[in-house]
């Protein structure tokens, strides 16, 4: 659908407890945990909708929607499937922030 973004990271779980968190509100504790194996490494997809609908933010209502796919995985490179300029700045300013727990693989910029 146009507008949508759609990015895969891997993250390292050491704790075995994998959850939502928002960067404002930290972890969404009413959501399950995403780590269904344990302590590990994981692959997470994660497809947006709506994210440029309202990019100030004044709206009210919910219009961003998430699906997240998470299943166990060896490490691998983000791959952006499908972006919008938004998704790529956002990457970039986080991925070199060990605290949100995205790996980078050796050699990627």
Known sequence: MPGDEIVEVSVLCQSG????????????????????AGPGRYRIRVHAHGRSTNPDGTDSDPIERYLLTVWPSASAETAILKSGQRIAAELTRYADQPEHGWERSPGSA
């Open 17 to 36: 407890r994998l959850l939502v968190e928002s960067l404002d509100l930290g972890p969404a504790e009413d959501l399950p945990n995403l780590a269904t």
